[in-house]
């Protein structure tokens, strides 16, 4: 009862999965966005708009989904360009992840991935591996209704979430000050700096310099996605965090937090 119901909510967004061959005999189940915002606009315009001025908009604009990229082309193209700006003595965080974040956006396709629950935080949020590579892995998510993926860090890490099917709603978080140790229980203070309803086509970065906790709240509609993960050198402690859902100052928009390592952690007797 509560499978279909999550199904029919994936459906809307997402044409059924299709056998797709990626080499030559292997072939892998892939998931398609149905049809593009883009295309109902440009079939709407064909319908009420001038010849001469269609064809303007669509010299602008490119033919209706030539910008969409397969899941093989994307990583055809993500990969030597992320390995490229990672060797460069220039290299910027945010240059890197915009780069690799647009090109995400013109996904036309997801593999249709393993997934399953991710520790006891919350069942209703699955993970799974959909590429592993160099130098990023990409895991996708799939979020039932209802679901919350509590504030955490990602040490020393860029990721770009890009949002595929249903709605997510998205706040990232920066330390204010210094941060106890992560094995203290002491409160510090976190500053919210972004909170973005994520839907289909919509890309969310973060990096070690900004933004870097996140949380996940899905309301109604499931939803799914994919984290494209870089792990930048001296990789150090990951954590969940307890936060005080008040915050302390409104108009700041600053809430009251402490480590907690132990949550998603398998128990050690
Ligand atoms: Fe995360």
């Known amino acids: 009862m509560k499978e ?4 029919a909510d994936l459906n809307e967004a997402m044409a059924p999965a299709k056998d797709v061959e990626v080499f030559p005999g292997v072939t892998e189940r892939r998931y398609f966005l149905q049809g593009s915002l883009a295309t109902a606009a440009v079939i709407l315009a064909a319908v009420a708009t001038p010849k001469d001025v ?3 908009s669509q010299k602008a604009t ?6 969409k990229l397969a899941w093989d082309e994307f990583l055809k193209q993500a990969l030597p ?3 490229q700006l990672i060797a460069d003595a220039g290299f910027n965080f945010d240059e890197y992840l915009f780069r690799i974040g647009s090109l995400a956006t013109r996904l036309k396709e997801i593999p249709d991935s393993k997934l399953g629950p991710y520790t006891s935080v919350d069942p209703r949020v699955s993970f799974g591996p959909s590429f592993r590579g160099s130098p990023f892995y990409i895991i996708q998510w799939r979020m039932e209704p209802g679901a919350f993926l509590p504030p955490h860090n990602h040490p020393n890490a860029s990721v770009c979430t890009l949002a595929f099917a249903g ?3 998205l706040r990232n978080f ?6 106890p140790d992560l094995a203290s229980k002491k409160t510090f ?3 919210e700096t972004r909170n973005e309803t ?3 086509g919509r890309i969310s970065t973060l990096s070690p310099v900004r933004d870097n906790i996140h949380c996940f709240q899905v309301g109604k509609t499931a939803a799914r996605g994919i984290d494209i993960n870089t792990e930048h050198p001296k990789t150090t402690w990951f954590s969940f965090l307890d936060m005080n859902d008040k915050p302390m100052d409104t108009e700041g928009r600053i809430y009251e937090v402490s480590w907690n390592p132990q949550l998603g952690q398998k128990k050690t007797s």
């Not at 279909?4 to 199904?7: A, E, G, P, Q, V």
């Open 167 to 169: 709605e997510v709603q």
């Open 62 to 67: 490119g033919a209706a989904g030539t910008d």
């Open 4 to 7: 279909s119901f999550i199904d």
């Open 174 to 179: 920066e330390i204010v000050g210094e941060a």
């Open 189 to 191: 203070r976190i500053r």
């Open 54 to 56: 269609l064809a303007q």
């Open 198 to 200: 994520m839907t289909p």
């Open 81 to 83: 360009e992320a390995q």
